[in-house]
């Protein structure tokens, strides 16, 4: 008995010289990884790659980072990003494109949009049955899904078989709550992007005559909820809504 504590003593001593060390340690990985995790601005400029005009309007996005931008006139946005995470850049009509966002990534840069063939390519169904809507959709989601990691079940399976197991350890729940609000916010820019789509600016302009600024007002006042886009799901139940609002947006106009 005596021997045994004698060496808890040994090892209570021992534990008080080395406590402050792996505190130090701890704290400077703490540190370190605050660091890591810091945000920085990405500023930039949108342009159409065929006419070097700047693009208005474009969806700038890094889920992760909960950053959504859209870009002025002069085709400008700006975003706060992490290194290594992806920016979503969309825009209906257009290839979609992406930055993965690295150390020598430089603070402002220029991405030029290549318009697709046909201007209707970003609403119609392809020869194999997916829309570009779809296949970027699933581009955007596997990008995410890398930077983020995959979903993480609440409850598992106990390590000794008998029943379920929690994790308490409080770092892990943090990360598991950045986690699901990072989901989160992905699935709502994954809802602009379908109304995006749903309800483009040449689509618009198409069915009203309106351009411009007065295209601009009009989108603005009368974009169409995700949920209502879900519930109407052609381009016809499109066209009567936009001609629906048209005449009260004229209405208003001659007041």
Not at 15 to 30: D, E, Q, S, Y
Not at 126 to 138: A, H, I, L, P, R
Not at 164 to 193: C, G, H, M, V, W
Request: net charge positive.
């Amino acid at each position: 008995m005596a021997l045994a504590l004698y060496f808890i003593c040994i090892i209570g001593e021992h534990m008080k010289k080395i406590l402050p060390a792996c505190c130090a340690v701890l704290f400077l990985l703490l540190v370190a990884g605050h660091a890591a995790a810091q945000k920085r601005s990405l500023k930039g400029f949108i342009k159409d790659s065929a006419t070097q005009q700047p693009m208005a309007n474009v969806l700038v996005s890094d889920a992760f980072a909960n950053e959504l931008a859209r870009t002025d006139s002069k085709g400008y946005f700006k975003v706060a990003v992490r290194e290594g995470q992806t920016v979503f850049i969309d825009a209906p009509a257009y290839h979609y494109d992406t930055i993965r966002v690295a150390t020598m990534t430089p603070d402002t840069v220029t991405v030029y949009l290549a318009h697709l063939p046909n201007e209707l390519a970003a609403v119609t169904v392809t020869t194999k049955g997916v829309s570009k809507y779809q296949q970027d959709s699933v581009k955007r989601r596997q990008a995410f899904v890398d930077d983020a990691g995959p979903k993480t079940p609440s409850v598992g399976k106990s390590n000794s078989g008998a029943g379920i197991a929690l994790n308490l350890d409080p770092i892990f729940r943090k990360k598991e709550r950045d986690r699901k609000s990072a989901y989160k916010q992905f699935d709502e820019i994954e809802e602009t992007n379908y109304i995006d789509y749903r309800f483009p600016r040449d689509l618009v302009s198409s069915y009203t005559g309106l351009k411009g600024d007065d295209l601009s007002d009009f989108i603005e006042k009368f974009r169409p909820s995700y949920k209502w886009l879900r519930a109407h799901n052609t381009e016809e139940d499109v066209f009567y809504y936009v001609n629906d609002k048209l005449k009260d947006f004229m209405k208003k106009r001659r007041q």
